[in-house]
């Protein structure tokens, strides 16, 4: 079984992997349960049993499908209660996808999804917009980093799961969005498009630097940072930019830190009664190019998963503010009609040992969280500066 971190935090949709993938996600997930009177229901002690035809769900269930003022469905039953099995986890990433969001969730982690182009973070108060995709409806819109989420679809989210869902829909329909910038207010009317995604861009900047963006990590995108970087051998140094960056699939997380990295521990992680994995270092690497790594409260999962391994084994200098902090893991399961639950089954941890869940990274050069990109670039090709000038020669 490959693992794999859920895109999680701030896209509109979400990936879902595949059948049984290991998921580290700001989307995350649920346990295996089918129909309410032929599941499988797993108590907190362990073992999974299934649900009786004569157990209080089934008989609720049917009582209410025959007695209830108004009329429920087998199907609208099925629904809530996997939706009220999810809650009893007090599991903040758990949730229930129907079946047209679980094939949504299959499309994004191929790097297909409909999107408004907002990235979303948590403050301590509010949802705030991490980054905003270029050339999509919310930057047509003039929506900007650090703006304040208000209102989605009529509603106020008060997590980024909640607003995603919100945001979630067909392409070519329409999402109400308000948000907060100082004391202005902005209503907003973005149309949901549909997205093929290219997660690796890349350009130069002063002094013979390259800057390579990373906004997610879909299928293919270490291959990509791979091509980009051997297209340009003679860069005077690499600023790795995963700022608003939300995860996505783990084994792209470590395809890219192993490009940098020789051999050895990228990541950790542990499932219940289970011994902790440890994901290598794959591939030939460079080790000697000067690296910099661009951070922000918006850079969460396989992101932070690629950022702590650098860090812990001292590749290159992590330039920012703190990241998100989500280190824990989800895997997703298929239900019978087409949609899918997923759960939290562990965590992971840096090479070092250290658990980032609800904490993050802090970066090693600080640039405050409200300040323009371009302060962190600049700082960012200083420290090159010093990276190139402490080189043997």
Known sequence: MTPAAGRDHGLDSFPMASTRRLVLALAAGAGLLTAYAAGLATPRGGSADPVRPDSSLAAAAARISASAAEPVTAEELQ??????????????????????????????????????????????????????????????????????????????????????????????????????????????????????????????????????????????????????????????????????????????????????????????????????????????????????????????SAAEVVVGALQDRGRGVVVGSRTYGKGSVQETFPLPDGAAVELTVGHYRTPLGRDLDGVGIAPDVQVAADAPATVAERRAATVLLGLRASLPR
């Open 79 to 300: 629904q809530a209660a996997v939706t009220g099995m999810l809650s009893a986890l007090h599991d903040r990433w758990a949730r229930y996808y129907p079946p047209a969001d679980a094939q949504a969730q299959a499309a994004a982690v191929e790097g297909r999804f409909t999107s408004v182009g907002l990235w979303l973070r948590e403050s301590s108060r509010h949802l705030v917009v991490a980054s905003v995709t270029g050339g999509s409806p919310a930057a047509r819109a003039g929506v900007r980093p650090g703006d304040v989420v208000a209102s989605v679809a009529g509603a106020v989210p008060v997590s980024v799961p909640q607003a995603a869902d919100l945001l979630r829909g067909a392409a070519g329909t329409s999402v109400d969005v308000r948000l907060r910038r100082g004391g202005r207010a902005l209503h907003l009317s973005l149309e949901r498009v549909e997205v093929g995604e290219r997660p690796v861009s890349s350009r130069r900047l002063a002094g013979g630097a390259l800057l390579v963006r990373v906004e997610s990590f879909t299928r293919g995108t270490g291959r990509e940072v791979r091509a980009v970087l051997a297209a340009e051998p003679h860069a005077q140094g690499v600023v790795l930019d995963l700022r608003g960056n939300p995860g996505g699939l783990l084994d792209e997380g470590v395809e890219v830190a192993s490009i940098f990295l020789h051999g050895g521990a990228v990541v950790s992680y542990d499932r219940r009664d289970q011994p902790a994995q440890t994901l290598t270092a794959v591939g030939t690497p460079d080790t000697t190019t000067p690296l910099v790594v661009l951070v922000d409260g918006g850079t969460a």
